[in-house]
């Protein structure tokens, strides 16, 4: 079995865009109360984690309807 067998399936890429955006959300938002991200970086992590959870669970939604 290759390594990237299981990403053939959309669900598990659906799937994986949903944590990695989830996980940009929670190190972004850790990021900037410890005090290592401005503003501005925290804005457009969030904007990035928005567009990848949102493209994640838009995938999720249409295979189960």
Do not use: E, P
């Amino acid at each position: 079995m290759k390594i990237g067998f299981k990403l053939l399936n959309r669900a598990n890429r659906a799937q994986l865009l949903l944590i990695i955006g989830t996980g940009i959300f929670a190190a972004g938002a850790l990021g900037f109360i410890a005090g290592y991200l401005s503003q501005g970086q925290t804005s457009i992590l969030g904007a990035l984690s928005l567009i990848l959870a949102g493209a994640g669970s838009s995938v999720k939604r249409v295979k189960h309807q």
